[in-house]
Nanobody, 132 residues
């Protein structure tokens, strides 16, 4: 069965950087779309980024465009989220998830990330805290 682990979170000052990693077990990312999501205290979970393996397309929420970059290292079977120019509002627990199905066929879309309906495999998150 699919399992994922997100790691790399920590405490950083505003303007700093972190790289999060998503590591699977029991599968390879070649067959799945991967999404990054986050949830802040008292807030709903929101989509941050995603990558499709059908065409390599990527998606970023408007709030992180130009600051975050999603990438994959197929040789290590890892997906990364490089986070630069971090802001206090980026503080949240970050999760990665894998999925396949109707909304994730073809190019990754914001609608698929936001709906999350075809992201069925989740890991426990990693805490990112950005101080002012």
């Amino acid at each position: 069965d699919v399992q994922l682990q997100a790691s790399g979170g920590g405490l950083v000052q505003a303007g700093g950087s972190l790289r999060l990693s998503c590591a699977p077990s029991g599968f390879t990312f070649d067959n799945y779309a991967i999404g990054w999501f986050r949830q802040a205290p008292g807030k709903e979970r929101e989509g941050v980024s995603g990558i499709s393996y059908s065409d390599g397309s990527t998606y970023y929420a408007d709030s992180v465009k130009g600051r975050f970059t999603i990438s994959s290292d197929n040789s290590r079977n890892l997906v990364y989220l490089q986070m630069n120019s971090l802001k206090p509002e980026d503080t949240a627990v970050y999760y990665c998830a894998a999925g396949s199905g109707h909304t994730l066929d073809g190019p990754i879309t914001g609608a698929a990330i936001k709906a999350m309906t075809d992201f069925r495999s989740w890991g426990q998150g990693t805490q990112v805290t950005v101080s002012s």
